[in-house]
């Protein structure tokens, strides 16, 4: 199985936490999480290493893809036939996901290194320093952070220590910033850019895994769209069975951090909107999936222009 025109076919490149998993897991059987284009050492090794890390599937998804400095430049020269889609997932519960997986990380790394104690990290204190670069600086993303992105992701934690301590190397915030990744994405000239609602998939997939199938042409694989359990442990996270709607994680944040939270992101927010219901905006992605009836909670449908 060579890479070549239709291998792969299909890139889902980001954003990490939005629903990457169940999405590869309808559309391919291959491997997910290959760490292609985002890995240094891996990418030297060239064509013949990735086709064999694909198993000749031809679905590739990568999620840090999105947010690495070169992989998607890569990407657009090396497989400039593949369409590429990026899942959207309401920052606030993308971010508390995140966190959620990376404590599990982190204190799976405490335990082996032989630490004492559990990981105490609140989301609160684990999201601090991004929140004090965006409000002193007004930066966006790729400003406040230096996220981690090379690795894969046993490598994105600082081998000690507790997640308050690695500041805003993960990228907690700017990670759910995804008007400006869009555009960058858009500008390394990728075949097709599609951009999938999180949320729809996750409250109607079937719909949206057939909409998504029309404009891929591809045909269904049979596989079952999988509504899985979340990565997070218990004592951070109410299970959900995958049976009834998922409430999100707003409710665990607390009034206040979740106050500066949604006006720190109104800004990103509405610039998304912008892009994605293509409200007077230049043409960023080729087509939405789901998004006006799933997401009207969080992106205002075709905004007013922000005040200057
Ligand atoms: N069918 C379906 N559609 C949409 N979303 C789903 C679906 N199934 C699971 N989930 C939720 O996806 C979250 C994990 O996203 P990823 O698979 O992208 O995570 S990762 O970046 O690959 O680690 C994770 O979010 P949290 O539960 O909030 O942690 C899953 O619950």
Same mark, same amino acid.
């Given at each position: 199985?060579?890479?070549?025109?239709?291998?792969?076919?299909?890139?889902?490149?980001?954003?990490?936490?939005?629903?990457?998993?169940?999405?590869?897991?309808?559309?391919?059987?291959?491997?997910?999480?290959?760490?292609?284009?985002?890995?240094? @050492?891996?990418?030297?090794?060239?064509?013949?290493?990735?086709?064999?890390?694909?198993?000749?599937?031809?679905?590739?998804?990568?999620?840090?893809?999105?947010?690495?400095?070169? !992989?998607?430049?890569?990407? !657009?020269?090396?497989?400039?036939?593949?369409?590429?889609?990026?899942?959207? /997932?309401?920052?606030?519960? /993308?971010?508390?996901?995140?966190?959620?997986?990376?404590?599990?990380?982190?204190?799976?790394?405490?335990?082996?290194?032989?630490?004492?104690?559990?990981? @105490?990290?609140?989301?609160?204190? =684990?999201?601090?320093?991004?929140?004090?670069?965006?409000?002193?600086? /007004?930066?966006?993303?790729?400003?406040?952070?230096? *996220?981690?992105?090379? %690795?894969?992701?046993?490598?994105?934690?600082?081998?000690?220590?507790?997640?308050?301590?690695?500041?805003?190397?993960?990228? $907690?915030?700017?990670?759910? &910033? &995804?008007?400006?990744?869009?555009?960058?994405?858009?500008?390394?000239?990728?075949?097709? $850019?599609?951009?999938?609602?999180?949320?729809? +998939?996750? @409250?109607?997939?079937?719909?949206?895994?057939? !909409?998504?199938?029309? +404009?891929?042409?591809?045909?269904? *694989?049979?596989?079952?769209?999988?509504?899985?359990?979340?990565?997070?442990?218990?004592?951070?996270? @109410?299970?959900?069975? %995958?049976? %009834?709607?998922? %409430?999100?994680? /707003?409710?665990? =944040?607390?009034?206040? *951090?979740?106050?500066?939270?949604?006006?720190?992101?109104?800004?990103?927010?509405? !610039?998304?909107?912008?892009?994605?219901?293509?409200?007077?905006?230049?043409? =960023? =992605?080729?087509?939405?999936?789901?998004?006006?009836?799933?997401?009207?909670?969080?992106?205002?449908?075709?905004?007013?222009?922000?005040?200057?």
């Amino acid at each position: 199985c060579e890479i070549g025109p239709g291998r792969p076919d299909v890139l889902i490149v980001g954003a990490v936490k939005a629903g990457t998993t169940a999405l590869f897991g309808a559309l391919s059987r291959g491997r997910k999480e290959v760490y292609y284009f985002n890995n240094d @050492d891996r990418y030297e090794r060239g064509v013949d290493f990735y086709a064999d890390q694909l198993r000749c599937g031809d679905v590739d998804a990568t999620p840090l893809y999105l947010v690495h400095p070169v !992989a998607l430049q890569r990407a !657009a020269l090396d497989v400039p036939w593949a369409t590429w889609i990026v899942l959207v /997932r309401e920052p606030v519960d /993308r971010a508390f996901s995140h966190y959620n997986m990376l404590l599990r990380f982190a204190a799976n790394e405490r335990r082996r290194k032989g630490a004492t104690g559990p990981d @105490d990290s609140e989301f609160e204190e =684990v999201i601090a320093p991004e929140v004090a670069c965006y409000h002193a600086t /007004r930066a966006g993303f790729e400003d406040c952070v230096r *996220t981690r992105v090379g %690795g894969t992701f046993a490598e994105l934690l600082p081998p000690e220590g507790k997640l308050k301590e690695f500041g805003a190397l993960n990228g $907690l915030l700017s990670q759910g &910033m &995804m008007a400006p990744q869009l555009e960058r994405a858009r500008a390394f000239g990728p075949a097709k $850019l599609l951009a999938v609602s999180q949320r729809a +998939l996750y @409250d109607d997939g079937s719909a949206v895994l057939r !909409a998504l199938l029309a +404009l891929l042409g591809r045909e269904p *694989t049979g596989a079952p769209l999988r509504r899985y359990e979340s990565l997070s442990d218990h004592t951070h996270f @109410d299970t959900h069975d %995958g049976a %009834g709607p998922f %409430g999100g994680h /707003r409710h665990r =944040v607390n009034a206040t *951090t979740l106050a500066r939270l949604d006006a720190l992101f109104e800004r990103p927010n509405r !610039a998304l909107a912008r892009i994605l219901f293509s409200c007077g905006t230049t043409t =960023v =992605v080729d087509a939405t999936v789901g998004f006006r009836d799933h997401d009207a909670h969080w992106l205002p449908q075709c905004p007013d222009p922000p005040d200057l």
